[in-house]
């Protein structure tokens, strides 16, 4: 697991926000036919989420209320 800061990717955010990829994941057959990888991954995430923070949380902290 990995602990610390991670690096934006301006790459990786705007392909994530892209309309066609969000349908691609909505409509994926694998969501369906694993449940348990995804239940795996969902864990997988939570726990990254708590373990790092984004460079960009860093630097928009002191604006956030």
């Known amino acids: 697991m990995k602990i610390g800061i991670r690096k934006p ?3 990786k955010s705007i392909a994530a926000r892209n ?3 969000q349908a691609k994941r909505k409509y ?3 969501k369906y036919t694993d449940p348990v990888g995804t239940a795996k ?3 997988y995430n939570k726990v990254y989420d708590k373990t790092t923070i984004s460079l960009l949380d860093l630097i928009l902290m002191p604006f956030k209320k």
Do not use: A
């Open 19 to 21: 309309p066609v990829t």
């Open 9 to 11: 990717s301006i790459k």
């Open 41 to 43: 991954k969902r864990v």
């Open 28 to 30: 994926s057959v694998k």
